[in-house]
């Protein structure tokens, strides 16, 4: 396949790209020069969507970018700064679609769980009601909705993406050091649910749906065992060696994250039922596994 990639620099789109060598790919980055130095050479890379009259020469279009989410407190700049690198990059390769003559046959586009918001012990499937509550399911019904626009050209997926496990960088590597030095705990009460998924079954399940036409509209990328916050916290620690005895109250997450400290309190019990029943298989169903793995990769680079 000829793919473009926007948010191919990441952690999810480069090991995409490093993984999957049989396709050919363009990717929409701010700064070529960097992205040079981290991805293969065969990739091809574009600094602007307006290069691109259409999409004609494109088998399909993976869209992954955007702000990061977790790394900063939310302030009402960095709130729009989160919505419009994701919405308006989304609204020009729409446009794209909807220019070209012969449009790529799948577009996967980004999503996370988070479009559910506080559901507690409750089971979350891609039938559940979704509304908006709080700013990350304003932000993600509005990314859904705006992808959803180019349905009539193509064949859309929504990829509701849970907490990522890798070696390297995202979720994982932000809780290593304190759990390294027998610092980490609990979150609040604990009971929220975290719903995971390790990175190779994440781009696993990406190449499974560019090709597998029966999926559409949204689907969970979650391993199919989410895990309450005391449960994801003892499994870390034991990957580690560690102990885990540290808990941090609500109060001082609020005080520290502000109006963020909802992606680490929510709970979302998150259940991958798309791809489970269209057959594909996880790697790392369990969170023991996922965690040991990462750690060990983490350790040995």
Not at 6 to 12: A, D, E, H, M, S
Not at 29 to 37: D, E, G, L, N, V
Not at 185 to 208: F, K, L, P, T
Request: aromatic share 8%; net charge neutral; hydrophobic share 40%.
């Amino acid at each position: 396949m000829n793919i473009l990639i926007t948010g191919g620099t990441g952690l999810i789109g480069s090991a995409f790209i490093r993984q999957f060598d049989d396709h050919q790919y363009t990717v929409l980055t701010r700064s070529p020069a960097q992205a040079k130095i981290q991805l293969p050479p065969y990739v091809q890379l574009i600094d602007s969507l307006e290069r691109l009259d259409n999409l004609d020469d494109f088998d399909a279009v993976i869209n992954l970018a955007g702000a990061a989410i977790i790394d900063k407190r939310w302030s009402d700049e960095r709130k729009q700064e989160i919505c419009n690198s994701r919405w308006q990059l989304t609204e020009q390769l729409v446009t794209l679609f909807a220019r070209s003559t012969k449009p790529p046959a799948v577009f996967l586009s980004g999503s996370a769980i988070g479009v559910y918001g506080h559901h507690g012990n409750d089971e979350l499937t891609e039938d559940s009601t979704v509304q908006e509550t709080d700013f990350p399911t304003k932000l993600c019904l509005r990314w859904e909705d705006i992808a959803r626009r180019a349905e009539p050209y193509t064949r859309v997926v929504l990829l509701r993406t849970g907490i990522v496990l890798a070696p390297k960088g995202g979720a994982l590597a932000k809780m290593l050091l304190p759990f390294k030095l027998c610092l980490g705990g609990r979150i609040g009460s604990g009971e929220q649910y975290m719903s995971w998924i390790h990175y190779q079954d994440h781009i696993h399940a990406m190449r499974y749906l560019l090709s597998e036409s029966s999926l559409s509209g949204p689907v969970n990328l979650v391993a199919p065992n989410p895990q309450t916050n005391s449960q994801f916290t003892q499994a870390l620690a034991k990957a580690l060696g560690r102990i885990a005895i540290f808990p941090v109250p609500k109060q001082v997450m609020q005080l520290l994250l502000g109006e963020s400290a909802c992606l680490l309190l929510d709970s979302q019990k998150v259940l991958p039922k798309k791809l489970l029943n269209s057959g594909f298989k996880f790697e790392y169903p369990h969170l023991a596994a996922a965690l040991n793995n990462a750690v060990r990769s983490k350790t040995n680079q």
